[in-house]
Nanobody, 124 residues
Framework: QVQLVESGGGLVQAGGSLRLSCAASGRTFSNYGMGWFRQAPGKEREFVAAISWSGGSTYYADSVKGRVTISRDNAKNTVYLQMNSLKPEDTAAYYC?????????????????WGQGTQVTVSS
């Protein structure tokens, strides 16, 4: 089992920044590829970004590319999502997830463990 706890969400004005954190506990964090997904009310959960177990490979949705950076610190069992130039359409609950195989980093159904989410609200 891997337990994931997100933090760092909040209310921010358009153009602002937030850094989300996801702290992992349980099994060896460095064995897992990690992803961030988001879900707005009435919409399906969508991929935001992912990072390989080593941090050597990163993946981004086109909608956030250039504005978002995913990183991880395996010594701290934590993955981060730095979000800049936020837009109202970024408003959603953000979830981190862990996947041992990480063969399809952008596919939510392939992830084994999920956090409870943290809300990000961007005002215009």
């Amino acid at each position: 089992q891997v337990q994931l706890v997100e933090s760092g969400g909040g209310l921010v004005q358009a153009g602002g920044s937030l850094r989300l954190s996801c702290a992992a506990s349980g099994r060896t964090f460095s064995n897992y590829g990690m992803g961030w997904f988001r879900q707005a009310p009435g919409k399906e959960r969508e991929f935001v970004a992912a990072i390989s177990w080593s941090g050597g490979s990163t993946y981004y949705a086109d909608s956030v590319k250039g504005r978002v950076t995913i990183s991880r610190d395996n010594a701290k069992n934590t993955v981060y999502l730095q979000m800049n130039s936020l837009k109202p359409e970024d408003t959603a609950a953000y979830y981190c997830a862990a996947d041992r195989s990480h063969k399809r980093p952008s596919v939510a159904a392939t992830y084994d463990y999920w956090g409870q989410g943290t809300q990000v609200t961007v005002s215009s």
